[in-house]
């Protein structure tokens, strides 16, 4: 007699549990993962396609599975199979974000460090500002003082404005605004060592979690909002 179960795995491919091809889904979905730093359309990390993909793979496997359960009587098959793609899901969830979990936080680290190194050439051209004008600060707050820096030829690269932890470039601008320019610069008054209170910091949203990079009077640059 034909095994019943090998002609269900004829008639009904999508149906069964093949754990070669789903092996080598999730092996190529982490590849994926892992080359991809860009996001798409600016809403999905594109990290986040792979598990999802993945997700969504499982999930009609086990309707399937599901539904061929209720239309053609052997339960013990298609539960069996139901089980492993879900199974398979969640096993595959938690594998993914134990992968991608390590680089998606270095990354974030290694943009915090560049907007940091942002923010000092920022500072260093403020100090030369301050030294060609008796010691006082650009006056204005935001890209109003900001943009003394760009007309007066102390920074020569209006990218040096655009947090890297922001999505998407820098642009092309000749002129600071408060679209363009990604940080908060509290200006004007004397430029002192001693002067306490915050010189220049990000703006929200320019890190997840409400992090962010704070710059001080005296050039002391802190990070906040804890990993």
Not at 118 to 146: C, E, H, M, R, V
Request: net charge neutral; aromatic share 12%.
């Amino acid at each position: 007699m034909e095994n019943k179960e090998l002609r269900l795995e004829d008639k009904y491919w999508l149906g069964v549990f093949r754990w070669k091809l789903v092996v080598g889904l999730f092996i190529l979905l982490l590849i994926v993962a892992l080359g991809s730093d860009d996001e798409i359309r600016l809403v999905i990390p594109a990290r986040a396609m792979s598990p999802l993909v993945w997700g969504c793979f499982c999930l009609i496997g086990a309707m399937v599975a599901a539904f061929r359960r209720r239309r053609s009587g052997e339960e013990d098959f298609w539960e069996r199979h139901g089980c492993a793609f879900l199974v398979s899901m969640v096993v595959g969830t938690v594998l993914f974000g134990f992968f991608l979990s390590g680089p998606c936080v270095a990354s974030e680290k290694a943009r915090l460090i560049s907007c940091r190194a942002n923010l000092q050439q920022i500072w260093n051209a403020l100090q030369a500002y301050a030294s060609d004008n008796k010691n006082f600060l650009p006056p204005g707050n935001g890209a109003t003082g900001l943009n003394e820096l760009l007309r007066g030829g102390y920074l020569a690269e209006p990218v040096l404005f655009h947090c890297p932890g922001r999505s998407g470039s820098a642009g092309e601008f000749q002129e600071l605004t408060e679209e363009n320019c990604d940080y908060i610069y509290y200006g004007g008054g004397e430029q002192s060592y001693d002067r306490k209170g915050i010189l220049l910091m990000d703006k929200p949203g320019n890190h997840p979690e409400r992090k962010y990079n704070i710059l001080y009077y005296n050039g002391e640059i802190e990070s906040r909002g804890g990993w």
